[in-house]
């Protein structure tokens, strides 16, 4: 049995997890205004679990089920600084699965209790090894207990595969195909990948964008010349690659706040203002992708 | 006042490819300061132009987060251990 959205409709049905994906595309007119290309906002946030990683947890949980992979003494596994996290704790609560989660110590603690909150283990692993510590340990729990079903999203074709079948086709939709420009981060590079493979061969371009130092604070992005190469990263799937700076997204999230009324996290943030920079230079119709929202980031001093 | 700093990985660039280095100094913006007289640029990967603590860093001082402690003013005693990490992570 291959995956489908058909198929993963049909499980879902009936649940809370039937109203992940379709969420909206808004137009950030003042951020726009001026700029050659108009900025069109896609809200990640009205996902259920509150951000994109719902889109590729639930896919991943899919995956796992239909490949016979989840008995029932089995325990889903992933290193997650905490969107992914809270997106697999969610989905195996409605599933039925046991979920552990292993995340950096220290880092914002929102996400951690959200996870705990549905139900999910969470383990935390040396803060100072960041993500790629929380990835060796998970790796090394599920290399010494058979019950760890590690569904490693920066390894699994099926976090992309979660864009190419929602996000992207939802992209192409909303815009009545008229969309030219896709922006969005890398983290996995699910997103982008999936989006790509979706939306490329129709003559989208796609844009990938990096935070410009190892220490940032662009959740969720990567910084992958320093970083653990994720199995699924692939630089060709973009056609464009820049970089960003963490002081220019952080005040770009606070004037989404304050001008166009979209509570954003600092990824989002990143992410339009790279937009305004491919905007400034060429026309058409840019869509960015707002990963997820400001309440994930009240205990940090982004909005003091 | 002799006090052991130790770096993430994403830092190992700004402190000649070391994450554990002994440094001196009273507060912790002594400690910043000790460190970038040996690693020119370490203090402005850490602090911003006004010198408050960048946004995404988080600094303990033995188990204490010195945002709740003064911020650079912290007092760091002598044998501390000083904790340099990244408030959010990479990749989620």
Redo the contacts between chains.
């Keep these: 049995m291959t995956l489908s959205a058909a198929l993963v409709r049909e499980r879902v049905r009936g649940t809370i997890l039937e109203r992940i994906g379709d969420t909206p595309l808004v137009r950030l007119r003042r951020i726009d205004a001026g700029l050659r290309g108009e900025l069109w906002a896609k809200l990640e946030s009205a996902n259920p679990g509150g951000s994109l990683?719902d889109r590729a947890g639930l896919w991943m949980v899919m995956a796992a089920e239909v490949e016979g992979r989840i008995g029932k003494d089995s325990v889903v596994l992933d290193a997650?600084?905490?969107?992914?996290g809270v997106a697999l704790a969610m989905v195996c609560a409605v599933r039925g699965h046991r979920c552990a989660l292993v995340?950096?110590d220290?880092?914002?603690s929102e996400r951690r209790r959200i996870a705990r909150a549905f139900g999910a283990e969470v383990m935390l692993s040396d803060?100072?090894?960041?993500?790629?510590g929380?990835i060796r340990e998970a790796r090394r729990l599920a290399a010494s207990d058979p019950r760890y079903v590690y569904v490693d999203?920066?390894s699994n074709r099926a976090n992309p595969l979660a864009h190419e079948h929602t996000t992207g086709p939802e992209i192409w939709s909303q815009t009545a195909g008229r969309v030219t420009h896709v922006v969005a981060g890398v983290?996995?590079s699910g997103t982008v990948g999936g989006i790509s493979a979706a939306l490329r061969p129709k003559g989208v371009r796609v844009v990938a964008v990096q935070?410009d130092?190892?220490?940032?604070?662009?959740?969720?992005?990567?910084?992958m010349p320093?970083?653990l190469r994720?199995a699924i990263w692939d630089e060709r799937v973009a056609d464009v690659h820049m970089v960003q700076g963490?002081?220019e997204a952080?005040a770009m999230t606070r004037r989404l706040a304050r001008e166009e009324g979209i509570f954003s996290g600092?990824s989002g943030g990143g992410a339009v203002a790279a937009a305004v920079r491919v905007a400034r230079e060429e026309s058409g119709r840019i869509v960015v992708l707002i990963a997820d929202g400001g309440e994930r980031y009240l205990g940090?001093?982004?909005w003091e | 006042m002799s006090v052991t700093v130790?770096?993430?990985?994403?830092?190992r660039?700004?402190a000649g490819g070391k994450?554990k280095l002994e440094a001196t100094g009273g507060t912790l913006r002594d400690v910043i300061a000790d460190v970038d007289r040996r690693h020119p640029g370490f203090r402005g990967?850490i602090v911003?132009e006004s010198g408050r603590l960048?946004?995404?860093?988080?600094v303990?001082v033995g188990d204490e987060d010195v945002?709740t402690h003064g911020g650079v003013d912290a007092a760091v005693p002598d044998g501390a251990e000083v904790?340099i990490?990244?408030?959010?992570?990479?990749?989620?």
Excluded: C, F
């Design positions: 990683k997650t600084s905490g969107n992914t995340m950096p220290k880092v914002s803060p100072l090894e960041g993500t790629d929380a999203q920066y983290g996995t935070p130092d190892p220490l940032h604070g662009i959740e969720g992005w990567k910084h320093t970083a994720p963490t002081e952080l600092p940090t001093t982004l | 130790r770096l993430p990985g994403a830092l660039d700004a994450t990967r911003d960048r946004t995404y860093v988080n303990y945002r904790m990490i990244p408030a959010m992570a990479g990749g989620r």
